[in-house]
């Protein structure tokens, strides 16, 4: 029994659980995203109503959660389209098809309030199989011109994107305090950081850019 819904006040301590869980030690020694997805809801950029959580037999065991961004032409022109992160889903429920279920939920509801791009950053492999595409492929870069390796993008609506070169700007919500963010760490049940692969792999992608 498979059920996708809005997140609702009696499951944010839950969700951030789960999201902690599922990024630990995966792209850092420890995580953040579970505070990020703390102070995110109650910033303007947030859209609850594109909150979802997915829950099978009636237990969570992943979260979706979108913000407002921009994409900025070269005649100034702004666009406002979406992003979302973090994205999680428990370790055990993995490689399973929940989370592109999840995605795809999430994307008939933004396309069904208007939104018609997402861009996010994320590992390829992961997102490329439910429509994401090179940012390069749709001209769309970093304030300093470079299509990082990891900026991906999806047009809900075909041809929402011209052709013409486009800025992306996310919130600033995304740009958390690291100290605030161990703080905030330190309310939860102490787990060991270290090392592994997977945190070179991350630091790879981040740091590659598209020619």
Known sequence: MITIRNEEKKDNRKVEEITRKAFWNLYAPGCSEHYLVHIMRSHEDFLPELDFVIEVDGKIIGNIMYTKAKLVDEAGEEKEILTFGPVCILPDYQ?????????????????????????????????????????????????????????????????????????????????????????????????????????????????????
């Not at 940012?135 to 013409?164: F, S």
């Open 95 to 211: 490689r399973k098809g929940y989370g592109k279920k999840l995605m795809e939920y999430s994307f008939e509801k933004a396309a069904a309030l208007g939104y018609d791009v997402i861009v996010i950053f994320g590992h390829p492999g992961n997102y490329v199989g439910v429509g994401f595409k090179s940012c390069k492929k749709y001209n769309v870069c970093l304030e300093n011109g470079i299509y990082p390796t990891a900026m991906l993008v999806k047009e809900l609506k075909p041809g929402a994107l011209d052709g013409r070169k486009w800025v992306y700007y996310s919130s600033p919500v995304l740009e958390i305090d690291e100290k605030e963010a161990e703080r905030f760490d330190e309310g939860f049940e102490p787990w060991e950081k270290k090392d592994q692969p997977s945190q070179e792999e991350f630091y790879i992608y981040s740091h590659s850019i598209v020619q």
